[in-house]
């Protein structure tokens, strides 16, 4: 079959980045040599940008930059390490050697990210080759947890359909497999493996080392989920690829398969703008590791590799359009799609405390600020969570919204977990609000690069402002989905918050607000450039506003929207018109 809107790989000379993937030798590089020179506790720049498809992130802590520059020292250089845990799940023995690793390596804190990912921060370049060593040995990996290929795979941590997790858990897992790179740079740099590939000659070689990506990868970083209704916990329009279970009768049909979202943007910048993704037919399960492969080739196809801040699979698809896309598919597939099928969501939060599963096994879900897992004084988090991992039997989920399951657990080691959590203080998450339970932030300051504000470290206090007007407004357990992003990369997903704040300078952000409470429908600009307290002044009327005159069961981002503060955003190509 030929596909009629048949169109250009896009013109333009190749950005750096390009040509520093095609001359890198499958991202090998001189990261060896760097690795080695103690001169220095940081990496050039292009070796820098290879690290990021091993997995790391080269940091300075901005904390100590003005007083190491007047010391005329270099940047307090430290790299962030991602563990690819497809679907979020880890063993118990895997959590003991990433809590072990965040005080022999790191900063002693684990993070929970957006992508059901553990983060280590603060690890020093002398340390970076054995922390690697160390999460192989736990039968983890870092390699493509960061870089221009497809990221760790999202799935919901415990779906209504207890019994649907191990089968969609199966496919994040396949699926991540099947993507990732199969370089051998990697074994052997971290894990000095003998050198298989000594240079580039051949186009044939190319299809060889990497037969999906090629030698030059994608032109940016490709996120799927899988999402089972009626929880959108991860956030699927989200995602560049999406797959949406379809449960018929209690079993695992297919999914309806969804495209082109991202969540990224550049302030300023018009040509640049957050999407959704769209459905675009069914798909039984037999195939969707075929059908994966093909979306991504055509992204590396078609992608842009002039300018990375139009490089993303949405604005591919939204140059060329959906029909083009389809099209192209099919061609590539040599089959087509079925229609969608019927489906809906209601939410997009986790649901907290102990609910029972099938096998009468019970999983918990406990609320974490932030996703950082750390002890503090007075709740020390980190040493329940790391008792509970010596005795549990079950797993551990990380979820979409930085929070954390313990599952599978057997009745009789919950009466144990129980008395730890009692023990330690731990709450499920009862007693905080609402609001806070349906918070989200980046990491940002002080060690992103890309931060231009705070998030992590001042959500919780600008909601310890926001708690007082809920309170006293009577809507202390009406969930609204607020995030916080230090920059408008989109980490934390801002343009799916309710109410959302994304960083413009310290201690600055764009106010947004409107989105859709199933994470079906973007947020829109409301305010420019404000400090805290013009946001608590603009927020204060809002929500007394919605408390008085909101609809029975109708949501805050529907609210605004009816009351007409701000337009709906159904579609990025709209999400900067006034």
């Known amino acids: 079959m030929a596909n009629k809107y048949k169109v250009e790989p896009i013109g333009g000379p190749p950005s750096d980045v390009e040509e520093l993937k095609k001359e890198s030798n499958y991202l090998r590089g001189s990261l060896t040599e760097s690795l080695s020179n103690r001169i220095t506790g940081g990496l050039p720049e292009l070796d820098n940008r ?154 044939d070689e190319a299809v060889e080392v990497e037969p999906i990506y090629g030698p030059v990868y994608l032109p940016r970083k490709f996120k799927i989920g899988i999402a089972v209704p009626p929880s959108n916990d991860v956030d699927i329009y989200s995602q560049d690829l999406g797959f949406i279970a379809i449960v018929e009768d209690g079993k695992l049909v297919g999914f309806n398969v969804s495209v082109g979202g991202g969540m990224g943007m550049t302030h300023g910048d018009t040509a640049t703008y957050p999407q959704l993704a769209r459905v675009i037919g069914f798909v039984t399960a037999d195939r969707i590791l075929e059908l994966a492969e093909k979306v991504v080739t055509i992204q590396r196809d078609y992608g842009n590799r002039s300018v990375r801040k139009n490089a993303r699979f949405k604005y591919t698809i939204d140059r060329h359009g959906l029909d083009w896309f389809v099209s192209e598919l099919h061609d590539r597939l040599g089959w087509e799609l079925a229609p ?154 801002p343009a799916l918050g309710e109410i959302a704040f994304i960083g413009k300078s310290p201690g600055k952000y764009n106010m947004y607000m409107g989105a859709g409470f199933s994470g079906d429908r973007m947020s829109k600009l409301y305010r420019e450039n404000i400090g805290e307290d013009e946001i608590v002044d603009t927020l204060k009327p809002i929500i007394n506003h919605y408390a008085a005159e909101r609809s029975q069961g109708e949501h805050f981002g529907d609210f605004v929207i009816r009351a007409g503060y701000v337009k709906p955003v159904t579609d990025g190509t709209n999400f900067h018109d006034a």
């Open 340 to 493: 969608a099928r019927t489906f809906k969501f209601d939410h997009t939060g986790d649901r907290y405390g102990w609910i029972k599963g099938k096998d009468n096994r019970w999983n918990l879900t406990l609320y974490i600020q932030s996703g950082r897992i750390v002890d503090t004084e007075g709740y020390k988090l980190r040493t329940a969570l790391r008792e509970i991992a010596k005795i549990h039997t079950g797993d551990f989920r990380l979820t979409a919204n930085q929070n954390l399951v313990i599952a599978n657990v057997t009745s009789q080691k919950k009466t144990a977990i129980v008395a730890l959590l009692k023990e330690y203080s731990i709450t499920e998450g009862a007693q905080y609000s609402a609001l806070r339970r349906s918070s989200l932030s980046c990491v940002a300051l002080p060690t992103c690069g890309l931060a231009m504000a705070e998030a992590e470290r001042y959500l919780p206090s600008l909601i310890d402002k926001l708690e007082p007007i809920l309170e006293q407004a009577g809507l202390r357990d009406e969930e609204i989905n607020i995030r916080m992003t230090g920059c408008p990369n989109g980490c934390a997903r």
């Open 50 to 203: 290879l690290l990021k498809f091993h997995g790391s992130y080269m940091q300075d802590d901005r904390d100590y930059r003005n007083e190491r520059q007047k010391q005329k020292l270099e940047p307090y250089f430290q790299f962030m390490l991602r563990v690819v845990t497809p679907g979020g799940v880890s063993t118990p023995a895997q959590w003991l050697v990433m809590d072990e690793l965040a005080d022999k390596y790191g900063t002693g804190s684990i993070r929970l990210t957006t992508r059901q990912a553990f983060q280590l921060h603060g690890v020093l370049k002398w340390n970076l080759k054995k922390t690697i060593q160390e999460i192989n040995e736990a039968l983890l990996t870092t390699l493509a947890a960061c870089g221009d290929v497809s990221r760790n795979v999202m799935c919901n941590p415990n779906p209504y359909q207890s019994d649907i997790h191990s089968e969609i858990y199966y496919w994040a897992q396949q699926l991540t497999s099947h993507l990732a790179p199969k370089t051998p740079a990697y074994h052997e740099i971290w894990l000095d493996e003998e050198k298989i590939v000594d240079s580039l000659e051949t186009n």
